[in-house]
């Protein structure tokens, strides 16, 4: 299996480790031969370096195990992968101008007011074309209905005025009464 170079840290995680570093030598720092000396006066002067030089080593010893455990934790607990997509979604949003600082609430809440403003204009408008076309529609088919009816009325008003006036088609009526077998 092939390795891949060393994994690119994010700035957030850089930024952990740094702060991290910084504390721990602000916390353990050492202290000057002098003040190592009055805080251990009575020892002889040969007794305090030696000391002074133990407690060097101890508190190199201690920032490099510290170092080291809080490396350990970090990717025991995945911190770094965290740290990374915490990144990633500031740089996302970032791109995305509702999360954008240059973004004004105000601005974003006229636009979307006006969009639906628009939306609700257009919906409107569509309805009432639709209810117009529906009206225009029932009118014609009144109109059909109302022609049928006027059509069969008619039918009956012709055959009405032909017995009346004792005009009857040659085979189909005898004296207004309806011959079947003359019908053809």
Wanted: a negative charge.
């Amino acid at each position: 299996m092939e390795e891949s170079g060393p994994a690119v840290i994010g700035s957030r995680q850089s930024d952990l480790n740094k702060s991290f570093k910084l504390a721990i030598r602000s916390l353990l720092t050492t202290c000057s031969k002098e003040e190592f000396g009055k805080a251990f006066d009575r020892f002889s002067s040969s007794e305090q370096n030696s000391l002074h030089r133990l407690f060097i080593q101890v508190i190199t010893s201690l920032h490099e195990n510290i170092e080291n455990e809080f490396e350990s934790l970090c990717l025991e607990t995945q911190v770094g992968a965290a740290l990374d997509t915490v990144e990633q979604f500031m740089e996302e949003q970032s791109l995305d101008p509702l999360f954008s600082e240059k973004t004004n609430v105000m601005d974003v809440v006229c636009d979307l007011t006006t969009a639906k403003k628009n939306e609700i204009c257009y919906l409107t408008c569509m309805l009432e074309r639709v209810e117009e076309q529906n009206r225009l529609r029932k009118a014609r088919l009144e109109l059909l209905k109302k022609g049928r009816q006027d059509f069969s009325g008619m039918t009956e008003v012709v055959e009405k005025l032909q017995l009346r006036s004792g005009i009857a088609y040659y085979g189909t009526y005898n004296n207004g009464f309806h011959d079947p077998e003359l019908m053809g």
